[in-house]
């Protein structure tokens, strides 16, 4: 069965100059926040250009056998439902311990009012949560993989034809 997600790959694929080098797969798909609410939000933020980095645990990656992205991945950004909002490519990624994170790259998060301060807390909570599902530890030096990433594609999803 085509997903919705699969649809809109391909209707990216189609939006690029015939000349372009076409990308033979994304990375994933996911949706930002810990909600649908949040994700929807968080959507709009990026699609907006607010939100332009992301943070998550290295230590996810390695509990789930997930390699990290890298810059020149491709991701879909859906609104908490499956349904996509955007495309993003990555830009740069940095494996960074949690409390050297910056205010640059706080900011560049998007969410809130966006100081180093809001996004700790934020961050603070995720990481909390994460490390109980996977086993392990929270620790100021949990080390995060943040990333840096940009809108490639944001056309609405069209409908089906028959």
């Given at each position: ?118 996004w700790r807390r934020i961050y603070r909570d995720y990481i909390v949560s994460e490390c109980a599902r996977i086993r392990r530890e929270p620790a100021l030096k ?21």
């Open positions: 069965m085509i997903t919705n997600v699969d649809r809109y790959w391909a209707q990216f694929l189609e939006s690029l100059p015939p000349t372009s080098e076409r990308p033979q797969q994304y990375y994933e798909t996911f949706y930002f926040g810990v909600s649908k609410e949040s994700a929807r939000l968080i959507a709009a933020l990026v699609v907006d250009g607010i939100k332009t980095a992301t943070g998550s645990l290295q230590w996810v990656y390695e509990a789930e056998g997930k390699p990290i992205p890298k810059p020149g991945d491709y991701s879909i950004v859906t609104n908490g439902e499956g349904e996509p909002v955007c495309i993003i490519q990555d830009t740069e990624v940095n494996i960074i311990p949690f409390d050297e994170v910056d205010e640059t790259f706080a900011w560049d998060g998007g969410e809130e009012d966006r100081t180093l301060e809001s949990t080390p995060l993989v943040c990333e840096r990433f940009r809108v490639v594609y944001q056309e609405p999803l069209k409908p089906e034809e028959h």
